[in-house]
């Protein structure tokens, strides 16, 4: 299939999970309630791609509070009772973050409950996020390692346990969020490629890396106003990207001003193409979805696209990202009729 679609991972969450009614079940815990609310929102997720369209589903990260965190969770030696500020991504923004204070040991499985829910649910394929090594050392503060490489390889051999645990749960694709990557460029080819190989190491299902310049939130779109007419970040770190055994990127490619061309950059990588813009409440067209897989198209052979979303939806509007995921799927429909 030409142009098959999936989104980059995290969709809205239903109003009633942030604050589950315990009143539904007064027989249980909150702890239970709260589950059971999880469970059926991921079901929830899965459902809402399928109608729209969309060919490889996620489980639309319904059972985390963060995309980095919620992996952090389930991981001995990090203290979340206190927090301390840190500036992330170089210092565009603060954040309030846990503290790595002993060897890191996965406590568990960390997202069995929710791949489990999705797999079940869906005969789709099934794609899993998780962040990436140099993300996560970029989302934490370190007051026991006192090394940045030494740490993220620590973080980087419990992402690959739970990779592979995932995959032995029917996941089809394992995608590692790296949007540090266009931040500490030099560090991606020094280190953060081969912490993302050891992440991904032995994986036989298909592996990817997402990329981005971050969610539409105000401290990422007021540093992208400093960036110029054209964002080249990616210039610097796609040949190192294409000579990895990661088989595909996910990257941004409706309203940014990443040249296109760059993606040429990325021999032999399925391109997740993203076709649908996640800073603007505006719901793309069918037509608009199609120019932009084209646009690509001039750069990547047809065969090696992917559309999908600029990153994830999780700070939207919930009915502005469901439009969103119905336009992804009618656009690649369109897209294999016009260009295939």
């Given at each position: 299939?030409?142009?098959?679609?999936?989104?980059?991972?995290?969709?809205?969450?239903?109003?009633?999970?942030?604050?589950?009614?315990t009143?539904?079940?007064?027989?249980?815990?909150?702890?239970?309630?709260?589950?059971?609310?999880?469970?059926?929102?991921?079901?929830?997720?899965?459902?809402?791609?399928?109608?729209?369209?969309?060919?490889?589903?996620?489980?639309?990260?319904?059972?985390?509070?963060?995309?980095?965190?919620?992996?952090l969770?389930?991981?001995?030696?990090?203290?979340?009772?206190?927090?301390?500020?840190?500036?992330?991504?170089?210092?565009?923004?603060?954040?309030?973050?846990?503290?790595?204070?002993?060897?890191?040991?996965l406590?568990?499985?960390?997202?069995?409950?929710?791949?489990?829910?999705?797999?079940?649910?869906?005969?789709?394929?099934?794609?899993?996020?998780?962040?990436?090594?140099?993300?996560?050392?970029?989302?934490?503060?370190?007051?026991?390692?006192?090394?940045?490489?030494?740490?993220?390889?620590?973080?980087?051999?419990?992402?690959?346990?739970?990779?592979?645990?995932?995959?032995?749960?029917?996941?089809?694709?394992?995608?590692?969020?790296?949007?540090?990557?266009?931040?500490?460029?030099?560090?991606?080819?020094?280190?953060?490629?081969?912490?993302?190989e050891?992440?991904?190491?032995?994986l036989?299902?298909?592996?990817?890396?997402?990329?981005?310049?971050?969610?539409?939130?105000?401290?990422?779109?007021?540093?992208?106003?400093?960036?110029?007419?054209?964002?080249?970040?990616?210039?610097?770190?796609?040949?190192?990207?294409?000579?990895?055994?990661?088989?595909?990127?996910?990257?941004?490619?409706?309203?940014?001003?990443?040249?296109?061309?760059?993606?040429?950059?990325?021999t032999?990588?399925?391109?997740?193409?993203?076709?649908?813009?996640?800073?603007?409440?505006?719901?793309?067209?069918?037509?608009?979805?199609?120019?932009?897989i084209?646009?690509?198209?001039?750069?990547?052979?047809?065969?090696?696209?992917?559309a999908?979303?600029?990153?994830?939806?999780?700070?939207?509007?919930?009915?502005?990202?469901?439009?969103?995921?119905?336009?992804?799927?009618?656009?690649?429909?369109?897209?294999?009729?016009?260009?295939?």
């Open positions: 299939m030409l142009f098959p679609t999936t989104i980059a991972g995290s969709l809205p969450k239903p109003e009633w999970l942030a604050e589950p009614n009143l539904w079940a007064p027989w249980k815990s909150s702890g239970e309630v709260l589950a059971r609310a999880k469970r059926d929102a991921t079901m929830l997720a899965v459902k809402l791609q399928e109608d729209a369209g969309i060919d490889i589903v996620t489980e639309g990260e319904q059972a985390r509070q963060h995309f980095v965190h919620g992996f969770e389930k991981i001995e030696g990090i203290d979340f009772a206190h927090k301390v500020e840190m500036g992330i991504r170089k210092d565009r923004y603060k954040a309030m973050v846990p503290q790595v204070i002993a060897p890191l040991r406590k568990g499985r960390v997202h069995a409950d929710e791949a489990g829910v999705a797999r079940t649910h869906t005969t789709h394929k099934l794609k899993f996020t998780m962040p990436g090594p140099m993300t996560i050392i970029d989302t934490i503060a370190d007051q026991y390692y006192g090394d940045r490489v030494k740490m993220a390889f620590a973080f980087a051999e419990l992402l690959n346990e739970e990779a592979r645990a995932l995959q032995a749960d029917g996941v089809d694709v394992i995608q590692f969020d790296e949007p540090a990557f266009n931040v500490y460029m030099d560090e991606v080819s020094d280190w953060g490629i081969k912490a993302l050891r992440a991904a190491e032995g036989t299902c298909v592996t990817a890396v997402h990329i981005c310049y971050g969610y539409g939130i105000k401290a990422n779109t007021d540093w992208k106003e400093t960036l110029g007419s054209e964002w080249r970040q990616y210039e610097d770190i796609f040949p190192a990207i294409a000579r990895s055994p990661i088989q595909q990127v996910a990257i941004e490619c409706r309203n940014s001003k990443v040249p296109l061309e760059l993606l040429g950059l990325l032999g990588k399925i391109v997740q193409a993203g076709v649908i813009d996640v800073a603007s409440d505006t719901v793309e067209t069918a037509e608009d979805v199609v120019k932009v084209d646009a690509v198209s001039k750069f990547v052979p047809k065969s090696n696209i992917v999908t979303t600029n990153c994830g939806m999780a700070p939207m509007h919930r009915d502005i990202a469901e439009a969103k995921l119905v336009a992804l799927g009618a656009g690649a429909k369109l897209a294999r009729q016009r260009l295939g």
